[in-house]
Nanobody
Framework: QVQLVESGGGLVQAGGSLTLSCAAS????????MGWYRQAPGKQRELVAT???????NYADFVRGRFTISRDSAKTTVYLQMNNLKPEDTSVYYC??????????WGQGTQVTVSS
């Protein structure tokens, strides 16, 4: 089992920045993929960015150039640096991890609110 705990959400004005963090604990020895999804009220959960243990970030078109995903050297913490935030980025952001057996794990979510 893997547990994911997010932090770093909050309220920011449009054009501002936030950094989300997600720390994994438990059986973290082999997690090929970690990333972030988001879900706004009344909408489906959507991919924001993912990153594999060897690197290779992948971004949704709507955040490319504004958000940067990274992992620490131990590969157990994933970060999402969000710059030039827009009101439409307001959402609950969920941390995600997939282990080598293709089990998916989710964090509890952290609220990001961008005011105009």
């Amino acid at each position: 089992q893997v547990q994911l705990v997010e932090s770093g959400g909050g309220l920011v004005q449009a054009g501002g920045s936030l950094t989300l963090s997600c720390a994994a604990s438990g059986r973290t020895s082999r997690m090929p993929s970690m990333g972030w999804y988001r879900q706004a009220p009344g909408k489906q959960r959507e991919l924001v960015a993912t990153i594999r243990s060897e690197g290779n970030p992948n971004y949704a078109d709507f955040v490319r150039g504004r958000f940067t995903i990274s992992r620490d050297s131990a590969k157990t913490t994933v970060y999402l640096q969000m710059n030039n935030l827009k009101p439409e980025d307001t959402s609950v952001y969920y941390c995600y991890a997939r282990d080598y057996l293709y089990n998916d794990y989710w964090g509890q979510g952290t609220q990001v609110t961008v005011s105009s």
